[in-house]
């Protein structure tokens, strides 16, 4: 492994002001399990790494208070998946942190090292998008508040600015009736990434909000008021037009080892509408 300096802050002035200091050659460590495989074969090699668990704001954290939920950047899948608030108010949430990889690998990674990789296959992602969460990035000048959407750019990318890390998840507790689901396909269940990881959301007025991943590079939100989807009266030939519209966004890699871009779009087809069948079926239950 190549040589790097170790910074161990225990504020978050002390770890943006460090961020600051030194750029891209300053890397985060979280939970490890995306950044120590990259520093072990050597597709990430920064001069300095900066350790972020000793950081007070940052320790482990879900709280609600003032309509929404609030998921500190320390807090690790195993907690996400277990947790009462995310179960009660996002539970597709706890549904794409739950099958994140191995019991191990739960226990360490984080929901902020989840999209700060910027993977498009990272699977908390969907759920987020759905549930239109912010980023809150702490940095030289101060809090900024990122929608999730405005967040991913392409694998690896995000829009934080130079100095800038995330300090926690917001999610909004939904004002009206709504139900999501989270789904995904993968090859090897804890080894592998998902080949498609999508979740769809459906509310009280039949709005629809879809978002997917792994079939692009950034995952990718789109939302249909017509509540065509979630009428089930509607004729399956409106239905199946508003779907395609809604798969538009999808340009998987022919690239890619894990699966074909053939596979890709008919499996996103298949989950699409699996997911928005249990979203629908969750909402009645909600009634
Ligand atoms: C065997 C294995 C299986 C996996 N399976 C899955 C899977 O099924 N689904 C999936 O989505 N992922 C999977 N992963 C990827 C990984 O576990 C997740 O992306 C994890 O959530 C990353 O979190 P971390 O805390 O370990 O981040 P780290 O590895 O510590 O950091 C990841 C990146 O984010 C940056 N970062 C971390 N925290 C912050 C912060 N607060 N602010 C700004 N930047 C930050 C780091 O600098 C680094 O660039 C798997 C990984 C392994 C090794």
Redesign the pocket.
Known sequence: MHTFAYARPTTLAEAVALLDAHGPDA???????????RLRDGT?APALVVD?KRIAE?HPAIREADGQVTIS?GT??TDIAADPLVARHFPALAEAAA????VQ?RN???????I??A?P????APSLLVYAAHVVAEGPTGTRRIPVDGFFVSSGVTT?ARG????AIELPIPARRQAAAHLRR?RRR?????SV?LCCGVDETGATRLAYGSVGPRPVLVVDDSGVLADPGAPDDAKAAVFERMFAGASPSPRSMRASPAYRLAMLRVLGQRALATAIDRLAARA
């Open positions: 890397r985060l460590l979280a939970g490890g399990t995306d950044l120590i495989i990430v972020l940052l950047a690790v899948m099958v994140v990889g191995s690998i360490r990674a984080t929901l902020a090292g989840n700060c990789n993977s296959a990272a699977d908390t934080l800038e890390l995330v300090r993968t804890g080894h592998d990434l998902a990881t």
